[in-house]
C-alpha cells in the first residue's frame, strides 16, 4: 500500500515548487531579457529540495541533533554553488576556487565524527572532497545552448538511482531526499520540454553534485555494520561527473533522440551497478570477496 502522505511531502510539495517557481518567475522576468531569469532553475531545484526536506523532516536547527541532517545545510550551500555556476563558468580561476572551498565544507559536513571512523576520518574527508569537486568541476559547464534540456534528464536519473540505494541501505529519510531531487529535476524537465521555445537551463549541476554524493556517502556512514562496501555507494555518488562528462565528449556527434538514448544509457549503467552491489550485499553474499 501507498503512503500518500509522504508522498505529498516528498514528491508532490517539490512539484509545485518547481512548477510556482518557473511559470510565475518566467512570467515576471519575460519582459526583462534570459539573462534576468537565468538563476531561476538554480532557486526552483534548491527550493524545492528543502520545501520538501521541512515537509518531511522539519525545520532542522544549527548545529543539527543528527549528523545527516546537515543535509540541510548542504542543500543551501549547493543551491548557492548553482546560482554561482554561470558567473563562474566564465572565470575558471575563481571556479576553481569556489569549487574546492565547497568540496571542503561539503566534506567536513558529510563525514561523521564518530569513533568508528577515527582510523579513517582523514582519508574518507580527502575522497569526499574530491569527489564533489570532480562533480562541480565536471557539471559547471552543462550550461551550453546545445546541451539543451538534456542534463536535466540525466542528472533526474541519477538522483533516482541515488534514492533506490539509500533506501535499499535501509536509510529511508536519505532516500526520500534524494527522491525529492529527483523529483524537482524531473518536473523541470518536463515544465522546459513544454515551453514552446526550448531553450537550455544553467548551473542546475551543482545542486545534484554535492547532494548525491552527501546522501549517498551518509547512507553508507549509517550503515557502516559491515554489510555494505563503499564502492556502490561512491559509484552512487559520482554519477553527476558520469553526467558532465559523457555530455560533455559527446559534444555534437550524437543529435536528436539517439544522443537522448546513448547518454541515458551511460548515466544508468553505473547507477545499476551501484543497485546490484547493494542488492547483493544485503542478501548476505559478497561480491567483493575474491
Not at 549503467?269 to 561480491?287: K, M, N, W
Request: glycine fraction near 8%; aromatic fraction near 8%; include cysteine.
Amino acid at each position: 500500500m501507498i503512503m500518500l502522505d509522504p508522498l505529498l511531502r516528498g514528491v508532490f510539495a517539490p512539484a509545485v515548487v518547481v512548477i510556482v517557481m518557473m511559470v510565475v518567475g518566467h512570467r515576471i522576468w519575460r519582459n526583462r531579457g534570459d539573462r534576468k531569469a537565468e538563476f531561476l532553475p538554480a532557486i526552483a531545484i534548491g527550493l524545492g529540495v528543502s520545501v520538501s526536506y521541512v515537509a518531511l523532516f522539519g525545520w532542522t536547527k544549527v548545529p543539527p541533533a543528527e549528523h545527516w541532517q546537515w543535509t540541510f545545510v548542504l542543500i543551501g550551500i549547493a543551491t548557492l554553488a548553482s546560482i554561482l555556476t554561470p558567473h563562474l563558468s566564465r572565470r575558471p580561476a575563481a571556479g576553481a576556487i569556489v569549487w574546492i572551498i565547497i568540496a571542503a565544507l561539503s566534506s567536513w559536513l558529510i563525514v561523521p565524527s564518530w569513533e568508528a571512523f577515527e582510523a579513517t576520518r582523514l582519508q574518507w574527508h580527502g575522497a569526499v572532497a574530491m569527489l564533489v569537486f570532480a562533480n562541480l568541476a565536471a557539471t559547471s559547464r552543462l550550461n551550453q545552448k546545445n546541451d539543451g534540456l538534456l542534463p536535466l534528464l540525466l542528472l533526474c536519473i541519477a538522483a533516482g538511482f541515488g534514492s533506490v540505494v539509500a533506501g535499499l541501505a535501509h536509510t529511508a529519510k536519505l532516500a526520500q531526499l534524494c527522491g525529492a531531487l529527483a523529483t524537482t529535476l524531473g518536473v523541470l524537465w518536463i515544465v522546459g520540454s513544454l515551453k514552446r521555445k526550448r531553450g537550455h537551463v544553467i548551473g542546475i549541476g551543482a545542486i545534484p553534485s554535492v547532494m548525491l554524493p552527501a546522501c549517498a556517502l551518509l547512507a553508507y556512514f549509517y550503515e557502516s555494520s559491515g554489510e555494505f562496501h563503499p564502492t556502490a555507494f561512491v559509484i552512487c555518488g559520482a554519477l553527476p561527473f558520469v553526467v558532465g562528462a559523457a555530455v560533455r565528449v559527446s559534444g555534437k556527434r550524437l543529435a536528436g533522440w539517439k544522443r537522448v538514448v546513448i547518454l541515458s544509457l551511460i548515466t544508468a549503467i553505473p547507477g545499476a551497478i551501484a543497485v546490484i552491489l547493494v542488492v547483493l550485499a544485503s542478501q548476505g553474499d559478497d561480491p567483493y570477496a575474491y
